[in-house]
């Protein structure tokens, strides 16, 4: 049934997907970030990817573009995963924000945008969600140092 | 060098003395076998928590077991787990708002010194927002430990003085 | 004195638009909200019109610690995401990791895995509704459960040497095997927890109060519940018996005989009662694995992961540079990606691994189903009442250090 389902999303997406892959079971694609949103619209209606499970990002510091976006899907129908990657870079690290899709995009992109300052246009919603509210920066980066606190209260001596 | 010496512990020398350092062992009694905490549970130390404050291991017997979980109607303000810089200004906030007297007993290892979380997001240790009475080790530590430091706490509680009059009333 | 301590949020609605409500705040600070989660509520009356939660007073910045660490110094990390079952986020990472480095366990380790995750599994919903019940009021309910979750403390300490956070899962196998006598504590404990958890049942199943302070309250629907995230006993509860043990089955589940039990109306009252029958169906999987369960090394014999034994260390040259290297840079993991879900007593608990090639990760994410549900939480108390949120709240099961990492 997996396999099935994996061939028919290679040819039906063969024009928006960059490049498929089989990785450790979970069907791989790599996309451009304009063609993110309206890709994963074709997963929910056409193939049933109706839990967005995750969205995360890695930091590649030495490449350009130097994010890379990665998102996570899951059909209950097939009982199948889907990972989409798209690469954006520092200097516009932008890409389309999926809350009129799903329910559950709100928390998890404002998790990403926290961590690594990815901004998901269409969010509207993008307060620190793990951090606080004058924290600079983005820890998850590899350039933010470990250590670096930022405390909100003044230490006792 | 002829030093000033200090008494710390001046002998009683007169029965007044007497008297308000039988108050004090009277009013430490009262105060160690009903210590109502507050506890500022954060995170997985609250498992044990949880276990010490239940059979069979019952801080009811130290008379520590009713939480009042409003700072005004507490005494023993136990932090329970990580501290993270988000949460810093909570803790403070609870801190203050609690009555005279209090204590304040650092639960597990993350409270008492950041535990193995060194980075940006946690406080090495609570000593740094709010003083600290006691300190109670472990990841998460035993219900015993718990105890043990409780028992600790309530010595330290029976030797200290208790004014009537203190310099803010 | 007059300090103004800063605040850490900004809530989405510091005004309101009626005249008629007022908003409240719930928490961080607070016995029902488990720790750390901020309610922001605004009121009409009694009735929660709108709720913001906000989360993020627990994170210890677990992805960040996990670039500085080798693969293995993370696992006591791990343990710590949801603390309640702290044996199946280790496996679940191992899992990952192993998946990786294409490394396939011993029978014995998988059959011993999968019981001690249904055994941790029991621990967390004993914990979850244990804690519901006491907010309730019901604190004979309470005691009755803790102790069942103590023996079980006391079981695991036996065999791993923690009560809470165990480090026992390894890459590769366990930290150890099962000492001598383990498995008949194992069968007086389940004969006790069914003792007591019949006592609860009794208590609490046709209790009129808690009926009307549950039944209809934080209803959901499938669709809902899906568009939302929701999966673990919350999307069993309204009706999908979505459960990854059946559907994508991993370690043993697929030689076990076991439900999948689900509700009828996704409230509070399906909820609870999802989770009392998960444990008894998990109960029945860990008497099936005990006789299942085969001899054998738990340790697969491979030198990129498993520490070799201490005699050959003391004595051949070999073995001791491979201890060196596996203790001081780590097992090498080849480069690549892996996510490997598993089904946590919370739902969908995934990890997503980036290597490259050495003995420490690029990245470890969690997909962390309390986080998720957080999301959608706001949905289950809008329209009931300010006291439903403590029954509802502690129905969602969040835990901290799965939500915050």
């Known amino acids: ?157 | 060098m002829a030093a000033r010496t200090i008494p710390i512990h001046p002998a009683p020398s007169s029965a007044f003395e007497y008297l308000t350092t039988k108050k004090d062992e009277l009013v430490g009694w009262a105060r160690k076998f009903s210590l109502f905490p507050y506890p500022f549970v954060t995170a997985c130390c609250a498992m044990e928590f949880m276990a010490v404050s239940s059979t069979p291991y019952d801080t009811d017997r130290f008379g520590a077991a009713l939480p009042r979980f409003s700072p005004r109607q507490s005494d023993l303000l136990m932090v329970v787990g990580t501290l993270t810089h988000k949460q810093a200004p909570i803790l403070r906030k609870v801190y203050e708002q609690m009555c005279e007297p209090k204590w304040v007993m650092a639960f597990g290892a993350c409270a008492t010194s950041g535990g193995f979380y060194q980075n940006y997001a946690a406080v090495a240790g609570v000593d740094k927002i709010i003083p600290v009475d006691i300190y109670v080790p472990g990841c998460p530590p035993r219900p015993e430990t718990v105890i043990d430091g409780i028992m600790k706490l309530q010595d330290l509680i029976a030797r200290s003085r208790h004014p009537i009059l203190t310099a803010n009333f | 004195m007059e300090t103004r301590l800063p605040n850490p949020v900004r809530s989405i609605f510091a005004r309101t638009d009626r005249d008629d409500t007022v908003v409240v705040n719930i928490g961080p600070s607070h016995p029902a909200t488990h720790g750390t989660i901020q309610i922001i509520a605004e009121l009409d009356g009694e009735k929660v019109v709108r709720a913001d939660a906000h989360c993020g007073y627990l994170h210890r910045g677990f992805e960040k610690e996990c670039e500085s660490h080798t693969w293995h110094n993370l696992i006591p990390y791990v343990d710590r995401l949801n603390y309640c079952s702290a044996l199946m986020n280790d496996f679940a990472y191992c899992d990952a990791v192993e998946k990786l480095m294409g490394i396939e366990l011993t029978p014995r380790c998988r059959y011993l895995r999968t019981l001690l995750a249904e055994y941790s599994r029991v621990a967390d919903h004993l914990t979850c509704i244990a804690a519901s019940l006491m907010e309730m009021g019901a604190m004979t309910a309470f005691l009755y459960l803790v102790m069942i979750r103590d023996f079980i403390y006391e079981h695991l300490a036996d065999l791993t040497g923690a009560r809470v956070t165990y480090t026992y899962g390894r890459i590769g196998g366990l930290a150890c095997d099962l000492p001598a006598g383990w498995l008949a504590r194992l069968a007086e404990i389940l004969d006790q927890y069914e003792v007591f958890v019949g006592r609860v049942h009794g208590l609490m199943d046709r209790n009129r109060i808690f009926i009307d302070r549950t039944r209809d309250v934080g209803a959901i629907s499938t669709a809902d519940a899906i568009n939302l995230g929701f999966t673990g006993p919350i999307l069993r509860s309204t009706g999908a018996p979505r459960d990854l043990r059946k559907d994508t089955p991993y370690l043993a589940y697929a030689e076990l005989d076991f439900e999948v039990p689900v509700g009828i109306k996704g409230d509070n009252y399906d909820r609870y009662y999802v989770r009392m029958r998960e444990m008894d169906e998990s109960v029945y999987m860990i008497r099936q694995l005990v006789d299942m369960l085969p001899e054998g090394p738990i340790n697969v014999d491979d030198r990129r992961c498993t520490l070799p034994e201490k005699r050959l260390v003391y004595t051949e040259i070999e073995s001791l540079i491979n201890h060196f290297k596996l203790i001081m840079e780590g097992p090498q993991v080849p480069a690549g990606e892996a996510y490997s879900a598993h089904e946590a007593a919370n739902g969908e608990l995934g990890f997503y691994i980036v290597s490259t090639g050495t003995g420490t990760p690029y990245k470890v994410h969690v997909r962390a189903p309390s986080f998720v549900h957080m999301g959608g939480a706001h949905r289950l108390m809008e329209g009931y009442q300010l006291a439903d949120i403590i029954p509802t709240f502690g129905s969602v099961n969040m835990i901290g250090g799965e939500c915050d990492r």
């Open chain 1, 1 to 157: 049934m997996a396999p099935d389902v994996f061939e028919l999303i290679r040819d039906r997406l063969a024009e928006e997907v960059r490049d498929a892959s089989v990785s450790h079971g979970i069907l791989v694609l790599v996309l451009a970030p304009e063609t993110l949103p309206g890709t994963v619209e074709r997963l929910k209606s056409e193939f049933q990817f109706d839990l967005f499970l995750d969205v995360t990002a890695v930091d590649w510091p030495g490449q350009s573009p130097r994010f890379e976006v990665v998102y996570h899907f899951y059909s209950t129908a097939h009982r199948v995963r889907v990972r989409l990657k798209t690469r954006v870079p520092e200097a516009d690290p932008a890409v389309g924000s999926l809350v009129p899709l799903y329910g559950s995009a709100r928390f998890m992109e404002r998790e990403c945008h926290d961590m690594y300052g990815i901004v998901f246009r269409g969010n509207d919603d993008l307060r620190p969600i793990l951090l606080y509210e004058g924290f600079v920066g983005h820890p998850l980066r590899k350039d933010y140092p470990k250590r670096a606190e930022q405390p909100l209260m003044p230490y006792r001596d």
